[in-house]
């Protein structure tokens, strides 16, 4: 049974940055397909970015437009999102999820139901 647990969001101003992280626990994190999802209130889940087992691919939305970058340390059990330029448009409850053993591609990572494992979320909010 895999445990996540999101951490690192907050209130931040209209350009500001955050950085998110997930730990995780009762699996083995280096051999998962991760992937970070939002959802804004009235909103569906979205996906935000995705990273390979040992971060040799990255995949993400277009939305992210090069302001967020997803890595993880497989040492520390660990996943992060660097969040960069924030706009209010980003504030969301934000997730991390987990796919042990999976391999794909952007269609892949891009799909909620192809994870098996979420944490609870860490809400950002992002004011103008």
């Known amino acids: 049974q895999v445990q996540l647990v999101e951490s690192g969001g907050g209130l931040v101003q209209a350009g500001g940055s955050l950085k998110l992280s997930c730990a995780a626990s009762?699996?083995?994190?280096?051999?998962?397909?991760m992937g970070w999802f939002r959802q804004a209130p009235g909103k569906e889940r979205e996906f935000v970015a995705g990273?390979?087992?040992?971060?040799?691919?990255?995949y993400y939305a277009d939305f992210v437009n090069g302001r967020f970058t997803i890595s993880r340390d497989n040492a520390k059990n660990t996943l992060y999102l660097q969040m960069n330029n924030l706009k209010p448009e980003d504030t969301a409850v934000y997730y991390c999820a987990a796919a042990p053993g999976a391999i794909g591609s952007y269609d892949f990572y891009k799909a909620p139901g192809n994870y098996g494992y979420w944490g609870q979320g860490t809400q950002v909010t992002v004011s103008s």
């Open positions: 009762g699996g083995t994190f280096s051999k998962s397909a």
């Open positions: 990273i390979s087992w040992f971060g040799s691919r990255t």
